[in-house]
Nanobody
Framework: QLQLVESGGGLVQPGGSLRLSCAAA????????IGWFRQAPGKEREGVSC????????YYADSVKGRFTISKDNAKNTVYLQMNSLKPEDTADYYC????????????????????WGQGTQVAVSS
């Protein structure tokens, strides 16, 4: 059973930065696509970014492209989401999720396609 734990959320001023971490336990992330999602109050969960274990390719939603960077540290079994130039509209609960991926790049995938989810971390962007 893959367990995911997010950390790194908090309150930051507009224009600031945060780095979210998604640490995996029990199993290696070597064969999982990892996605970052967010959900703001009253809104649907949306995909933010994804990294494929097949070829290392990445995906970003248009709303975060150029500001967010996803990366993976295999030695630490952790995926990061570096968020720069944060805006108030980035305020949400952020979740990482994992989907089994062996041959085909499955980034991006809708939330229902993911097998494992973390508990989420809150990000608030406000002055």
């Amino acid at each position: 059973q893959l367990q995911l734990v997010e950390s790194g959320g908090g309150l930051v001023q507009p224009g600031g930065s945060l780095r979210l971490s998604c640490a995996a336990a029990e199993l290696t992330l070597d064969y999982y696509a990892i996605g970052w999602f967010r959900q703001a109050p009253g809104k649907e969960r949306e995909g933010v970014s994804c990294i494929s274990s097949v070829d290392g390719s990445t995906y970003y939603a248009d709303s975060v492209k150029g500001r967010f960077t996803i990366s993976k540290d295999n030695a630490k079994n952790t995926v990061y989401l570096q968020m720069n130039s944060l805006k108030p509209e980035d305020t949400a609960d952020y979740y990482c999720a994992a989907r089994w991926e062996v041959v085909t790049n499955l980034c991006p995938s809708p939330p229902l396609a993911y097998d494992y989810w973390g508990q989420g971390t809150q990000v608030a962007v406000s002055s």
